[in-house]
């Protein structure tokens, strides 16, 4: 159950666009399309905004999107705002019925 | 509205016991498979245990298993996670969250606000 690999930070200004990477193996990321995003800000619980690779829940903004290519699944923001500024995790299910999770992404809106 | 509240937190020595729980409202509990996930302060997130909604279909992380249980009560729509031989790394906030589906997924639609655990002498 390694973790998936996430960049520890990413940036962006204001109004562009950033993607994160999340790397795996044939054993989670690249063997379901059960890959989702969360964003945390500090001191609150995780909010899921994207599921099954390219899902968005209600009420999460379009300018949030996903997207999965053999091992690696990516997070896309668009039109960078302030508020996006927040920790992002990936998670997947595996092939042995669990769960991992990415270490996490800080991503700082300049 | 979907509300998850846990409780049962608190500090204990290494060795002891300790059983979480999380009392669920706003949704058809016994519909949704139901997860455990913890994060030390400051750190990443690491999924503990899931339960589907039948209880048929259970999973554990390697760094906990066979030291938790996970369970579920549809006529008290409660989770539980009963903890065994804690050790000094099981120190985090522990959330209760609700997967989108019936089974085990790694879809976790909603959280509830955490617990602490701490575990030292």
């Known amino acids: 159950q390694s973790a998936l690999t996430q960049p520890a930070s990413v940036s962006g200004s204001l109004g562009q666009s950033i993607t994160i990477s999340c790397i795996g193996t044939?054993?989670?990321?690249?063997?379901?399309?059960?890959v989702s995003w969360y964003q945390q800000h500090p001191g609150k619980a995780p909010k899921l905004m994207i599921f099954?690779?390219?899902n968005r829940p209600s009420g999460v903004s379009n300018r949030f999107s996903g997207s999965k290519s053999a091992n690696t699944a990516s997070l896309t923001i668009s039109g960078l705002q302030a508020e996006d500024e927040a920790d992002y995790y990936c998670?997947?299910?595996?092939?042995?019925?669990?769960?991992?999770f990415g270490g996490g992404t800080k991503l700082t809106v300049l | 509205e979907v509300q998850l509240v846990e409780s049962g937190g608190g500090l204990v020595q290494p060795g002891r016991s300790l059983r979480l729980s999380c009392a669920a409202s706003?949704?058809?509990?016994?519909?949704?498979?139901m997860h455990w996930v913890r994060q030390v302060p400051g750190k990443g997130l690491e999924w503990v245990s899931g339960?589907?909604?039948?209880?048929?279909?259970?999973g554990y992380a390697d760094s906990v298993k066979g030291r938790f249980t996970v369970s579920r009560d549809t006529a008290k729509n409660s989770l539980y996670l009963q903890m065994n031989s804690l050790r000094v790394e099981d120190t985090a906030l522990y959330y209760c969250?609700?997967?989108?589906?019936?089974?085990?997924?790694?879809?976790?639609?909603?959280w509830g606000q955490g617990t602490l655990v701490t575990v030292s002498s």
């Open positions: 969250s609700k997967d989108r589906w019936t089974t085990v997924t790694a879809v976790f639609d909603s």
């Open positions: 706003g949704f058809t509990f016994d519909d949704y498979a």
């Open positions: 339960i589907s909604w039948d209880s048929n279909n259970i």
């Open positions: 044939s054993s989670d990321v690249g063997g379901y399309n059960y």
């Open positions: 099954e690779v390219t």
């Open positions: 998670s997947s299910y595996t092939s042995s019925g669990s769960v991992v």
